[in-house]
């Protein structure tokens, strides 16, 4: 009837969505936002979670009655069958009951304005994980699901290539985002994590091809041919990608992902030489990778090969892993301080507040300012969990994968009976106690991470080599026609390289969502098919006898449903597939088409366009085009329908895209069009995939599209809207600041305080500004109107975070700036006395931190107490000696002490340490000059002009030393470069001023 239809079109609803979380997520990235990446493809993750929420509540209010008889059954059923999906839950539950006694309950609920990672987006991929498990169904729905990643792959791995060519069509913008020499990032933002992505990608290509290549050998058809060298470009593109990252633990997973899938294969088949010999080649990498890291060790020519070189350093201090190390030994210690905080942690999201007083002094060598700022995640999946919900968290998720590769073994017929069961147990149990044993050897914990997951994994590995599969097994437990079993182990091996890729990094949107709708489909699978190794139970046939009395938009728990007829017009099939593309297409296209180079932009659209029909048209993991198992159409009526609807929506996306941003001056105006386009890609995406029943039953669609479509618009106007607006007025705050509009840039600042007024990192922001642009002034009302609102913008901050040690930093620094400005008597002397008690505050907070340290030594200096900030710097430097402003703080103490020998040794010593330091140079030029020692100031200022020629201090000082010296001619120039390089008006006039008082002087010789 028309409520069915108005439930079908939900649950189709439901499906797009996480499809497009799949596709969207991804490549979904924008220039014109501050975070480029992460806030909108969070916020699109929370508004296809509410989108599905909104289509169940349709769902539920369309449905038939449930009775509750048959719940209990179902409920029993759903654990013997799928044991992880209660760890699903309790650690969702464990999150929220972390959140409710978070030291920073709004931040762990919300998200850090940065990452986001909070409770709500926990919730959102949980929801993802629910309707994944919910909704698929069908055997073309899993075919739908691993065509999309791959299709989504495409972009990711192309402009990776193209990045690794030096062909990037936004150079100019990511320019200032690199990393490492050579290293790409792609649409996803950073080497790490587009590498960590390929690495839950390339077990599905690899799945692929091994699926198809028994009927390519076969040679049955043209077809079958074409889709293995289809997937074998694929993977040959990804590797290249994934390659040009240089990201050695994302490689790890990979490597792990794809030996895990080879080898269930191979015991799957009784091929147990096959199996033993891909663990010793393993073992034989492992053993080649320990040779190349040994210096003068047979392997040493190898070790400059680009590519082996990131191979062969990893026992080297100056690389990652010694930084990763350093957070872990902090993390064991902040854990070991708080044994209250033990069994529920600090609060997601919280480890960048709690972490300060632990952090590791050494660790802020690694840090390209060494300002000691405490990190916000653990680099370690399992210390992350500890940090944020206590070991009650860390243990859930660990069963969690535990539960997974125990119940998918057993559905692929590789864990039989009760004694297996136990086996495989003692395996696990076996093999996380060996990695306790090695962590008693270390005696410091930092391995803790990784310990219990290797553990894992490789007590699994142990347990399947000493088990046989029993020799009729082999007729039982062949490959399906279907593909199903396959399908399902490449996604466990995808699952299991991130958790691997997990243990040196964290979850970022793309990988998270993966992971839960990835989770969702192996849970959907086990469901809706028997075990392969066995017939079902009499209890699992009456359990699903059950199942289907109930509707299955609410609980379709059932076997494989019968596929649907393909629609009879290849326009009206076309429309889903078409659809996908279009809307991946139109989320490059405004940002990859409209690039400056012009001539890149629309090459690299048009090569993923062709390769993604490609896997569109060919069996590439699932025909979308028509149903698994039926004859498909020939391939050019298919084509054509498909390829002029999704061009054709790409060429709109693309023309509406350039209206909006030549047309509207409003820099949101993009972002809205994207989100409504969205909207409404899923609701056609809904309405294309239950085909003639919605002209039928229009009216009772109708209305379901109009209430997902309403409560979707409303919440996101309501909420998810204003952080996108927020988060693109900051962005042009930069774009101000660099064309030298600072008071525009306050003005941008208060757009998005208004979208935002609870963001502290904002009003902090804003303060920092104004502190800034306090200190170019040169006339005092205005130096002391900009500190007052820079107070009470560091106050408001500080008030909605007290644990962000920064903000009583910057107000110290407030403080100190308003007491030189106020130059004596009793105010100066509050101000201080402020700045004291800021610093000191910031100090609890961060206290191994250099900026912290040498705050407290400027407040004491400023304060009269010379002796005792020289002692303070001094302290500071025997921490870490390659910070060079503490060299000139130092010089500053000495030379209030009147001790100038010490202050001129204090800047050589720098120098020394740094001969590039161009700052030291300038500086030790000004001693010179003071003491006029003006050979030896000009001759250390023309170091520094070598170094730095476009230096606007060392101009403006050199053309006093010329001055000095004599040398009226050549400092009038000198003094005019440094007036046509000046940015700030306190510079600017004092240089025009030098150049008016030089010329003067010049024309009266």
Known sequence: GTKAAASDFAGRAAEASWLTALLVTPVLFSVDAYTSFELGRILLVRFLALLILTAWLVCVFAARPITTDDLPGTLRCALALLPFLPAVIILLAVTGLATIV????SLSFWGDSVRLQGFVTEASYVVLFAATLVGLRRRGQLDRLVSIVLMASVPVSLYAVVQMLKLDPLASWVSGRTFQAGRVTSTVGHPVFLAGLLAMVIPLTVGGLLAHIPAARSGRTLAARATVALYAGLLVLQLAALYATQSRGPWLATAAGCFFLLFWLALLRRRQRVAQGLVAIVMIAAAFVALLNVASGPLAPL??????SRLSNLLESTETGQQRLLIWQGTVAMLAAHPERLMIGFGPETMGLVYGPFYPPALASYELDRLGRPPDRAHNKTFDLLVGTGLLGAITYQALIILLIGSILAWAGLVRGTRLRQLLAAMIGLGVAF????LALRRDGALLGLAVTAGVLTGMVMYLLTVTVP???????????????????SLLA????????????FDVTPTATYFYVFLGALAAVMWSTPSLARPVSARQSACRGRGRSHDRAVLPFSTWEEEESRPASPWIAAIAPAGLMGLLMATLGSELWLSPQVRIGPGFMAAVWIIAVAIVLLPAGGWLLWPAGSAPPKPLPALAPFAVISSGLTIIGVMVSVAVRSRVSDPVAPAAVYSVT???????LGLSMIGRRVIARMPSVSLAVITMSGAIVVAFTMGMASQIQADIYRKQVEAALSSG???LALDWYELALRQTPTNDRYWGDRGVLELKLATQQDEQEQQISLLQQATQDLMKARTLQPLRWQYPLQLTRVYRTWASVEGQGSQRLAHLTQAQMMAQAAWRLNPNSIETQNEVGLTLLASGRAREAKDQFLRTLAQDPDYMNTYRYLAHAYESLGDIAQQEATYKAGLNRRPTWVGGYVDLGNVYASHDRVAEAIAVTEQALALDPQNVAALANLADMYWMGGRRADALVVAQRAAALAITPL???????????LDGEKKGE
């Open 435 to 438: 990695g306790f044993a090695s």
């Open 303 to 308: 070790r400059q090969i680009p590519g082996l």
């Open 678 to 684: 969205l909207l409404a890609a899923i609701v056609i």
């Open 987 to 997: 510079e600017r006039n004092r240089l025009d001023e030098l150049v008016r008082e």
């Open 471 to 489: 020799s009729e097994h082999r007729a039982a437990g062949r490959l399906e026609e279907d593909g199903s079993r396959l399908a399902v182990l």
């Open 494 to 505: 995808a699952v299991l390289a991130h958790v691997v890729e997990t243990q040196f990094s």
């Open 741 to 743: 509009r600072p008071a």
């Open 102 to 105: 978070s030291v920073s309950p």
